[in-house]
Antibody, heavy 117, light 112 residues
Framework: VQLVQSGAEVKNTGESLQISCQAS????????IGWLRQMPGKGLEWLGI????????RYNPSFQGHVSISVAQSSNTAYLQWRSLRASDTAIYFC???????????WGQGTLVTVFS | DIVMTQSPLSLAVTPGEPASISCRSS???????????LDWYLQKPGKSPQLLIY???NRASGVPDRFSGSGSGTDFTLKISRVEAEDVGIYYC?????????FGQGTKLDIK
């Protein structure tokens, strides 16, 4: 099992951005894929989670409306998107495989997003 | 949201000695299916987090048996029977009973 994330990004406030997470080595239909944020020197926060089989998506209310999560089954890739970045979006973003019954057992390497105001 | 509170926030342990981290949730994590939806993770410096324990007490694949999880309802504990140098990092508990899943503040483990 591997989750490989896209590379670091440097953006300005107000710009849009999409980062990706390509999964391999397992059947995407049976596991949720989640996105998490880690701001500089801080702890972990869930942004949301998607079930690729039917695209059922659940958002953390704190982030709903600011980010969107999607998946392309054809390429086994999950996406995290912003339409208008803020300086406070500067963080490392992780994707991860999850089921409540087995935990968040595989993680991507993280994508550093830096947003300048 | 369910609030997760860990203690202590930091500890320094001599190699070979035990360590214990407590995690308390603002509401019960015991589901009607009998499982406690509480996981433990370790984030080593500069790395992605790794799963240690799921459903309160189940060790993840490849996790050494010196790590154990216990507890039910709102009170949980992670124990390391004999700390090794490779165990340094930040330990997080996390509830996955209800979205938004939430983490504790983290407990930083250092070696004396």
């Amino acid at each position: 099992v591997q989750l490989v994330q896209s590379g670091a990004e440097v953006k300005n406030t107000g710009e849009s951005l999409q980062i990706s997470c390509q999964a391999s080595g397992y059947n995407l239909n049976y596991y949720w894929i989640g996105w998490l944020r880690q701001m500089p020197g801080k702890g972990l926060e869930w942004l949301g989670i998607i079930y690729p089989r039917d695209s059922d998506t659940r958002y953390n209310p704190s982030f709903q409306g600011h980010v969107s999560i999607s998946v392309a089954q054809s390429s086994n890739t999950a996406y995290l998107q912003w339409r208008s970045l803020r300086a406070s979006d500067t963080a490392i973003y992780f994707c991860a495989r999850h089921t409540p019954q087995t935990g968040t057992d595989f993680w991507g390497q993280g994508t550093l997003v830096t947003v300048f105001s | 949201d369910i609030v997760m509170t860990q203690s202590p926030l930091s500890l320094a342990v001599t190699p070979g000695e035990p360590a214990s981290i407590s995690c308390r949730s603002s509401q019960s994590l015991l589901h009607s299916d009998g499982n406690n939806y509480l996981d433990w993770y370790l984030q080593k410096p500069g790395k992605s987090p790794q799963l240690l324990i799921y459903l309160g007490s189940n060790r993840a694949s490849g996790v050494p048996d010196r790590f154990s999880g216990s507890g039910s309802g709102t009170d949980f504990t992670l124990k390391i029977s004999r700390v090794e140098a490779e165990d340094v990092g930040i330990y997080y508990c996390m509830q996955d009973l209800q979205m938004a899943y939430t983490f504790g503040q983290g407990t930083k483990l250092d070696i004396k």
